[in-house]
Every structure is written in structure tokens, then in C-alpha cells.
């Protein structure tokens, strides 16, 4: 738990703000798609690797180690930048490269590490587990984001704004190399793999029509497309667009984190009782509703309120999409299935984003149908109207080709849509986080019969 935290405090400090840094150092509209999805593919390629090789180690926890280490120390080069090589096309493309090795070590962490906690984390309580540990994760991430955009937001007033991006990167890598300490310590049962428990991604793409498992990653694969076509664009929107200042950024991007954080140990709840598959219906369609909501209304007030949303609906769609994957494959094949939609995932991103980018450069500066004129600030409102479209499409594709994998007790999506659509989700998860009371679920009903596990 404690190394999640620590983990968290980096991504709220410094990941999150990668991409207003790459801003900072005055990249292009494509240069910031590709900042936030070209390092994410190679890392999905170095979990790939890293998957293919895992019968080689002799150690898990030895692995996971090394490679947060290194991922922690290259925050100390991405600090130096603005100092070395100011701003423009040179300091943006290092920083594209430094961000290529930084996805690239957490990438070949990734399946090693859920390898690892799916052994160590009981299979009847995952859903809670992993509802309260993304809780305090969220949390920490909230505090270290808000934190941080105070530290930009000051140094912005005094023309300093390299200055804060070194105190905030450097309070990143602090954090990260405090989770590598507390990542030492985990338990490191042996891992073993027999020769029919190895299939290549070439076997895994030809058995996916008849594959519950690779159903589900292609719908997965398929939001993140739409999510990648205006996703790195947000930043760019709010501060280059609507003029925001950091501090006006930091809270519209905070809403959605703390959101997640009062939200995701209800959740867990939910999945654990009525199933993933269950909550994914739902949150597929959620997550659809989200980037075109951004077209209503450029206010502060009105962006934080859609923010709330879309932290609510990311909370159930993030938890059960991880808890799925948990679910639907065995221990031994774990690492080389998170590899896998890694890698899909991957690839989906890249692409979604480059169509975004390229796209944002072709569109007309207004549209008109009869009378009616729609003249958007840029492009990027429009990129934000295809991206919902997107997943609305991936959600009414995908979610009827896979089912649930385990007995779960039956509940209509109706009286589940209630269930959510009540204030109680966060004012329950307020209640349990100041006194860490969870109501355990009642006895399970059997809905369908479980399908094998790949």
C-alpha cells in the first residue's frame, strides 16, 4: 500500500504535468499528441518484452526494484531541460526521448508487478483491495497535484516557471525512489512457467474470435483509441485556449483525481457483488458522455462539475477493467495477458492520438448546417466531439461480445443505474475513509456459469 502512495505522489507531482511541461517548452499541437502517447506505446512494447522473458528471472521483486529505480532517476535529466537547452524543438524532442525511457522501464515493471500482487492479493477480496488502495493512491495523487500546481502557479507570477517544474520533478523523483523502498520489501514467492502455459501474442491474436479474455481487450483497446483522440489535447485546450492559469488547470485536472478518490471503494464493492462485466456496461457508456460535455460551456465552475463526473464513472470503469483482467486469466498466464492488452492498448493509443493531432490540423474554423454557425475557439472542441463518438461506438460494438466471468449475485442495469446515480457512493466513501467501516456483501447469487479461464 505504502509504496502505491508513494507512487501516486510522483504521478500527481510529476507525470501529470509532463504534458503542460512540454507546453512550457513550447511544443506543437503534434508534438504534444506524441508526448503523451509515443512513450506510452514503447511502453506497452516493453511490457511485451518483459512478459516473453519473465521464465528467465529468478526473482520478481528483484525486477520490479531495478526497474522503478531507473525509472525514478530519470525525472533528475527531464529537471535539467529548460536549464540546458531552453525552450523549442531540441528541448522538446529530449524531453519526448526521456519520456520514451520513463514509460519504458514502468512498462517492463508492469507485468511483473501483476504477476506478483495477483498471487499475493486473495482472489474473494480483490475488488475491496484494490477499491482501497486505489483510494489512498488517488488521494495522494490529489494532494501531490494541487501542491504542485501551487508551486507553478507562484513561480509563474514571478516569471520563474523552470523553477517550479525543478521542485516539483524533484519531489516526483523523491517520491519514486521512497516506493522502490517499500517495493523491496514485498513477499517474492517463487514464479514457475511449464511449456504448455506459453503462447505467443501471434497464438493470443488467432484464438481472440473465440476468446472471452481477448474480447474484452479489443473493447478496452478500443475506448483508449477514442480516449487518445482528445486526451493529450485537454491541457493544451485549458491552458493555450482558455487562457487558464496553472492554478485554474491544477483544480479542473484535481476534481476528477479526488472524484476517483471518494468513489473508488464503492466500486470495489459493486464489482466484487454484481461482477466487472457489470459495472463495465455502465461506465463504457459513461466514459462516452464525458469529452463531449467539454462543448456545453468554457466556465470554471461548470468544467469542474464535469470533472466530478468523469472522475466518478474513470473510478468504476478504471477499477473493473483492472479486476477483469484478474478474473478471466490464471496466475502463470497473468504477466503475458497484461502484456498483451498492454501492447494493444499501446498501439491504440499512439494511433487514436495521431488521428487526433492530425485531424485538429484539418479542421475548418466553423461549421454550419442550415442557419445554425458553430464557431469553436480551435479544433480541438470538434476532436473532443469524434472522441465521444468514438467510444460510444467501441461501446456498443464491444459489450456484447464478452460476458462475465464468475458467479456474481444478478441485479438488473436499471436499479444498478439507481444504485450509482444516488449521493450515497460519495458520501459512503467519505464516511469510510475517516472510519474505515465496509459493510461486507451479502451471499452471492450465481448469475452465469463462470467461463474458463485462458
Excluded at 455502465?282 to 460535455?293: A, H, I, R
Amino acid at each position: 500500500m505504502r509504496d502505491g502512495v508513494s507512487h501516486a505522489v510522483m504521478l500527481g507531482a510529476g507525470e501529470t504535468y509532463l504534458g503542460p511541461f512540454g507546453i512550457f517548452l513550447q511544443a506543437t499541437t503534434l508534438q504534444v499528441g506524441i508526448l503523451a502517447t509515443l512513450p506510452q506505446l514503447f511502453g506497452a512494447v516493453m511490457q511485451w518484452a518483459s512478459a516473453i522473458s519473465m521464465d528467465r528471472f529468478t526473482s520478481r521483486r528483484r525486477i520490479i526494484v531495478a526497474g522503478a529505480l531507473s525509472q525514478g532517476l530519470l525525472w533528475f535529466p527531464i529537471t535539467l531541460l529548460p536549464f540546458l537547452f531552453g525552450s523549442g524543438d531540441l528541448a522538446v524532442w529530449l524531453l519526448i526521448g526521456l519520456a520514451l525511457l520513463y514509460h519504458g522501464t514502468n512498462g517492463a515493471v508492469v507485468p511483473v508487478w501483476n504477476s506478483l500482487i495477483g498471487d499475493l492479493a486473495p482472489p474473494d477480496v480483490r475488488g475491496r483491495f484494490f477499491g482501497t488502495r486505489n483510494r489512498f493512491c488517488g488521494m495522494s495523487t490529489f494532494i501531490a497535484l494541487i501542491a504542485a500546481g501551487g508551486v507553478l502557479q507562484i513561480f509563474s507570477g514571478q516569471n520563474q516557471v523552470a523553477w517550479g517544474y525543478l521542485i516539483i520533478f524533484l519531489a516526483a523523483l523523491a517520491a519514486r525512489l521512497n516506493s522502490v523502498r517499500w517495493l523491496a520489501r514485498y513477499a517474492d514467492p517463487p514464479f514457475s512457467l511449464s511449456p504448455e502455459q506459453v503462447f505467443t501474442f501471434r497464438q493470443f491474436l488467432r484464438r481472440s474470435p473465440h476468446s472471452n479474455f481477448a474480447k474484452f481487450v479489443f473493447f478496452v483497446g478500443a475506448v483508449n483509441f477514442g480516449v487518445a483522440f482528445s486526451g493529450p489535447y485537454f491541457a493544451l485546450y485549458m491552458l493555450r485556449d482558455l487562457s487558464f492559469s496553472y492554478l485554474q488547470f491544477t483544480l479542473v485536472t484535481a476534481v476528477a483525481i479526488i472524484a476517483q478518490f471518494l468513489t473508488f471503494r464503492y466500486w470495489g464493492g459493486l464489482t466484487d457483488r454484481f461482477g466487472n462485466k457489470k459495472i463495465l456496461n455502465l461506465c463504457g457508456w459513461g466514459v462516452g458522455v464525458v469529452p463531449m460535455l467539454w462543448l456545453v460551456s468554457t466556465h470554471l465552475g461548470y468544467l469542474i462539475a464535469i470533472q466530478a463526473y468523469a472522475g466518478f464513472v474513470w473510478a468504476g470503469f478504471s477499477l473493473s477493467a483492472a479486476n477483469f483482467l484478474f478474473d478471466a486469466v490464471t496466475p502463470a498466464k497473468r504477466a503475458r495477458c497484461v502484456a498483451y492488452q498492454g501492447l494493444i492498448n499501446g498501439v491504440c493509443v499512439f494511433a487514436g492520438s495521431l488521428c487526433g493531432g492530425m485531424a485538429a490540423g484539418r479542421m475548418p474554423e466553423s461549421f454550419s448546417v442550415g442557419p445554425w454557425t458553430w464557431t469553436p475557439l480551435s479544433a480541438l472542441p470538434v476532436i473532443f466531439l469524434i472522441s465521444g463518438l468514438v467510444r460510444f461506438v467501441s461501446a456498443g460494438f464491444f459489450l456484447k461480445k464478452f460476458r462475465e466471468v464468475r458467479p456474481v449475485e444478478p441485479i438488473s442495469h436499471g436499479e444498478l443505474i439507481f444504485r450509482v446515480s444516488q449521493i450515497r457512493p460519495i458520501a459512503g466513501a467519505t464516511f469510510s475513509l475517516f472510519t474505515d467501516h465496509f459493510r461486507r456483501p451479502g451471499t452471492r447469487k450465481k448469475e452465469t456459469p463462470p467461463l474458463s479461464k485462458i
